[in-house]
T-cell receptor, first 114, second 111 residues
Framework: KAGVTQTPRYLIKTRGQQVTLSCSPI?????VSWYQQTPGQGLQFLFE???????NKGNFPGRFSGRQFSNSRSEMNVSTLELGDSALYLC?????????????FGPGTRLTVL | QQQVKQSPQSLIVQKGGISIINCAYE??????FPWYQQFPGKGPALLIA?????SEKKEGRFTISFNKSAKQFSLHIMDSQPGDSATYFC??????????FGAGTILRVKS
């Protein structure tokens, strides 16, 4: 099976702009989660979508939002970008394995905010 | 609140040696503990995972040891190779698909 794909891989924006990132999960996976990775804060959970519904949410401001489509593809949006939003944004799709959702990550989208 | 503490921050091991990375957690609701390996420019890749009903799990050169009473778990990489040089993350979840990650350990294996 093809892995998780994320587009675009690199993105440069300026403060105040908004951005949309896209994620295509592994075929058959219905859950998609998003994480932010920065050198200072490490890997932090943003939110999870399952069957087009947000199932879990992390501690990020409302500027960060997401959605999932009927084909399980997901997008996340960040509005009014701040310098601190510069990060690697990772998407993970999951399947139930050994009774637990096992998450598989994509390569990420590197967002730079100038 | 850092719920998963990982150490050391960085580690240098000779080729053929054993690499050991430790993690401790606070939330007793956690019931699934995966380890991820990340190379520069790539996303984290699942390495091995354990549930708290077992004390050890081995897959090839990688072993997880789990101590439920101490709320600690560790990754052992036997016969470490230069190709193992990467950043390793421990993680934990309470079955809600929300992974809580440790801060990461940068492993360098010297040839």
């Amino acid at each position: 099976k093809a892995g998780v794909t994320q587009t675009p891989r690199y993105l440069i924006k300026t403060r105040g702009q908004q951005v949309t990132l896209s994620c295509s999960p592994i075929s058959g996976h219905r859950s998609v989660s998003w994480y932010q990775q920065t050198p200072g804060q490490g890997l932090q959970f943003l939110f999870e979508y399952f069957s087009e519904t947000q199932r879990n949410k992390g501690n990020f401001p409302g500027r960060f939002s997401g959605r999932q489509f009927s084909n399980s593809r997901s997008e996340m949006n960040v509005s009014t970008l701040e310098l601190g939003d510069s990060a690697l944004y990772l998407c993970a799709s999951s399947e139930v394995r050994d009774g637990t959702d096992t998450q598989y990550f994509g390569p990420g989208t590197r967002l730079t905010v100038l | 609140q850092q719920q998963v503490k990982q150490s050391p921050q960085s580690l240098i091991v000779q080729k053929g040696g054993i690499s050991i990375i430790n993690c401790a957690y606070e939330n007793t609701a956690f019931d699934y503990f995966p380890w991820y390996q990340q190379f520069p420019g790539k996303g984290p890749a699942l390495l091995i995972a354990i549930r708290p009903d077992v004390s050890e799990k081995k897959e090839g050169r990688f072993t997880i040891s789990f101590n439920k009473s101490a709320k600690q778990f560790s990754l052992h990489i036997m016969d470490s190779q230069p190709g193992d040089s990467a950043t390793y993350f421990c993680a934990a979840t309470d079955h809600r698909n929300k992974l809580v990650f440790g801060a990461g350990t940068i492993l360098r294996v010297k040839s």
